[in-house]
């Protein structure tokens, strides 16, 4: 029904930048929130930045300052730019995007497939 499609991952040295960008398409009716989290192996996924229909953002207190979410609502896509990426920063990033979709009641979770970001000289 609702499909989101990641992109921009990849390899960068300390100090750099990425962009990643999310795609949400299929039966949107609308969506609430969307976001990014990410994982590193054997740790649980935790919250990176989210971004409410309302424009408030919310970030974790270790990307305050360097990351930065926005959303085009017309295309249904968030972005999380990226800068000053520390090894740290290293994991699966997945976008997440709370969605009602046509012909339905409730809001419901979707995720991405997940991409890579390795921060590393």
């Known amino acids: 029904q609702v499909q989101l499609v990641e992109s921009g991952g990849g390899l960068v040295q300390p100090g750099g930048s990425l962009r990643l960008s999310c795609a949400a398409s299929?039966?949107?009716?609308?969506?609430?929130?969307m976001g990014w989290y990410r994982q590193t192996p054997g740790k649980q996924r935790e919250l990176v930045a989210v971004?409410?229909?309302?424009?408030?953002?919310n970030y974790a207190t270790s990307v305050k300052g360097r990351f930065t979410i926005s959303r085009d609502n017309a295309k249904n896509t968030v972005y999380l730019q990226m800068n000053s990426l520390k090894p740290e920063d290293t994991a699966v990033y997945f976008c997440?995007?709370?969605?009602?979709?046509?012909?339905?009641?409730?809001?419901?979770?979707?995720w991405g497939q997940g991409t890579q970001v390795t921060v590393s000289s």
């Open positions: 971004a409410t229909s309302g424009s408030s953002t």
């Open positions: 299929g039966s949107i009716f609308s969506i609430n929130a």
């Open positions: 997440n995007a709370v969605v009602r979709v046509v012909q339905g009641e409730y809001f419901y979770n979707y």
